[in-house]
């Protein structure tokens, strides 16, 4: 049984629509009255209870069809003419919508496409979006039929997917044609207002099955199985669109977290880009800054090219870094004699030697700095010397040791 008591249904009552309202007395109020439509209108708009419509049991037929595993392959598209047979009408001018009862096993509604049209056009305004063939709101449990006697109509449903109605009438007529396609209920629950006129109407066969309630299509929707889980009319060309405001309404939370989303990684991305560009004004400073310490002649245009350049000139080959090396060593020889200097060096590329004249105080500082060099494990010789002043001038030829 549902535990959903608060289903609203709308039906066709004399060819007016009505609602059958759970808080109601049982009787339907009609959606001529404006306020009424309204009201109705905000309830569907706030989804606060379920409302299905109940199409006219007279219209649709339903009926139980077993299938083989290769028909269910290919069912939306040859359902149709699987049951071309058993219909008197063409079936392009009919309309299916099937459920599932078991893997193998299908409940069938059939009905007009001019009707669909019809409800269609009539609930245009109204966001109904489930149909479901009278009979099946009728509650139902395994064994039971559930026989509805109301406002001249009679309303009988024999199974989850199945049932059908007739002129009040024809109740017999009805009930018998239940019986011969060949189930028998273990109780028939029926609903009316007169105990004794609605029995009366019942087979012989099951006369003793009876089991009679006061009620009409209102209290027995109390009682009904899980509408919402029921045999939907609105299915293929039929079925639901989402309108733009309901998809809105339901998507609004979730665009307004991403849309915040977005605003917080945008901004942290402008604090990036933001402290990243302080960064690099900075970084540029001390780039202009050292090239004008190294350059303080020089034209400043782009210090970074420039200063790059100059570094390439200086190690960007496998002979400068060869030049780079020989000054590093025997700067560092210089250093450690104090008094000695470079008055000029002469570096040659494809030899991979270097020549200074250096300024000494006398000869002997000159062979030590030759020996400093050769100890530091470069090839240092000399070329010549001669008194200049008060000190030594002398010519030394340096290179890596072969």
Not at 12 to 20: I, K
Not at 204 to 233: F, H, K, M, T, Y
Request: hydrophobic share 45%.
């Amino acid at each position: 049984m549902s535990t959903d008591r608060n289903w609203n249904a709308l039906r066709l009552v004399e060819g007016r629509l009505a609602w059958y309202r759970p808080d109601s007395d049982g009787a339907p109020v009609f959606l001529d009255d404006d306020a009424e439509r309204q009201r109705l209108l905000e309830l569907l708009r706030s989804r606060q209870a379920p409302v299905c419509f109940a199409a006219p049991a007279t219209a649709v037929r339903l009926q139980r069809m077993p299938i083989t595993a290769e028909e269910k392959k290919h069912l939306a598209k040859s359902l149709p003419y699987m049951l071309e047979e058993q219909l008197a009408q063409d079936v392009d001018t009919l309309h299916f919508a099937v459920q599932e009862i078991a893997p193998l096993d299908y409940g069938v509604a059939i009905c007009e496409l001019t009707h669909m049209e019809g409800w269609h056009s009539l609930l245009s305004e109204l966001p109904v979006t489930l149909w479901l063939p009278e009979p099946l709101l009728l509650p139902w449990r395994e064994g039971e039929w559930c026989l509805l006697l109301e406002r001249g109509q009679a309303l009988l449903r024999t199974g989850l997917c199945e049932g059908a109605g007739l002129e009040r009438e024809l109740t017999d007529a009805l009930l018998q044609s239940a019986l011969a396609a060949g189930s028998e209920p273990d109780a028939l629950i029926v609903y009316g207002d007169d105990q004794e006129a609605d029995v009366a109407l019942v087979p012989p066969a099951l006369q003793d099955r009876v089991q009679w309630r006061r009620g009409n299509l209102a209290s027995a929707l109390l009682l009904a199985d899980d509408l919402g889980q029921g045999l939907n009319l609105l299915q293929g060309a039929f079925a639901p669109r989402l309108p733009l405001e309901q998809w809105w309404q339901d998507w609004r939370r979730v665009a307004a977290l991403f849309g915040a989303a977005v605003a917080l990684q945008l901004l942290a991305t402008w604090a990036d880009y933001a402290q990243l560009d302080r960064q690099n004004l900075s970084l540029r400073g001390a780039i202009d800054s050292s090239y004008r310490q190294a350059n303080p002649r020089g034209a400043v245009v782009d210090p970074e090219k420039q200063l790059s350049r100059q570094l390439n000139d200086l190690r960007g080959s496998d002979q400068s870094s060869g030049f780079v090396g020989l000054v590093a060593q025997v700067g560092a020889v210089l250093a450690a004699n104090p008094g000695t200097s470079i008055a000029s060096l002469n570096y040659s590329q494809r030899a991979g030697e270097m020549r200074l004249n250096i300024l000494a105080s006398d000869y002997g500082a000159v062979e030590r700095i030759r020996e400093a060099i050769g100890a530091s494990g470069l090839e240092a010789s000399l070329e010549n010397s001669n008194a200049q002043g008060d000190g030594v001038r002398a010519r030394l030829r340096v290179a890596e040791r072969s």
